[in-house]
């Protein structure tokens, strides 16, 4: 039955995908190449809303009674549809963080949110309490703005979003098969679009868009704490999955402060950007970055099983703080030139 969803999941993605891409030049759904962009033509940016329609396939083909991942998948794409109106007619600021909190606030309804920050040691558990909800809706609309921030060079966020599922397929216990199976079934619809993407095949080009990155990160964010309130996986576990877009986002805005740039402001530079500049490529900037999070995820899992969660949190803040002064030196370096 595994195999059956997969050949299904492969052949509807590659199908949507495709079909995505004429419906985009039909209808003029193209990014248009700026002095801002790298990107040389008009490319469809529909490859998001294209993963989100398979995601609806997922739910309705499978039969895992997985009703909260269900609920997480389908609601995916009503965020997706948000980006693809963001993509299309450059919302404001405001108007973006409107819909995507009420987005959010549907799941958060439901019960998904964060009541606590995990038990440790000496520290005991930490209890929210009246802040739950603010803390849930803050947490999650900075995770999909850190997957904004990092959808930049061809498979870069792809790549990431694959790194993050398959670390959680192998973080849970053997015993979880239906959830393990769920998951992986999650990554081949953007395990496609990469394909899509790099135009890998000779396949048409496809960027994710608002819809996609907005959709990745609303998706991970929400089957985190989904994983963490359900099966008992503790948040100084949780936590490297989601290292590099924690890093990356704060990391960013820190710099941006720094040198008195405005927050929302878009600009070159995020590491992917500033990697390409010293390496003169983007291959290299993407695979170094994926490579990257690969080990944090290997590292925070044996911390965290060998040293506890106390050790953990420490080494996830400690490592924080190391690569904020590494990209602060990259930064004032590469403002040199």
Known sequence: MFLTYIIKIVLISFLLLFILNFISKKFNLLDIPNK??????????????????????????????????????SISFL????????DKYNLSVGS????????????????????NLGNFEIIGTIILGSF????????????????????GQDGLLGGLFLVSIYSLVFYLDADLNNEKEFLFLISLPVL????????LFKLPKLFLGDSGSMMLGYLIAFICISVFKNISMNSSLIIWILAFYVYEFLSTNIIRIKNKKK????????????????????????????IFSILLSFFGYNVQYFFGNLISLISFVAIFILYLIIRIKINKNLKKF
């Open 79 to 86: 965020i997706s549809v948000v980006g693809l109106i963001d």
């Open 263 to 290: 927050i929302f402001e878009t600009g070159h530079d995020h590491i992917h950007f500033e990697l390409s500049k010293i390496f003169k490529s983007n291959f290299y900037s993407t695979s170094l970055i994926i």
């Open 192 to 199: 496609i679009f990469i394909f899509f993407n790099t135009s």
């Open 96 to 115: 973006k963080l409107v819909l995507q909190i009420f987005c959010i606030f549907i799941l958060v309804n439901d019960n998904l949110i964060l009541e």
């Open 36 to 73: 801002r962009k790298i990107h040389k033509y008009p490319t469809p940016y529909t490859g998001g809303i294209a993963i989100a329609l398979a995601y609806l396939f997922i739910v309705y083909l499978t039969d895992y009674e997985l009703d909260e991942f269900n609920k997480i998948l």
């Open 132 to 151: 739950a909800l603010p803390f849930t809706i803050v947490s999650v609309v900075l995770l999909i703005n850190s997957f904004n921030y990092i959808d």
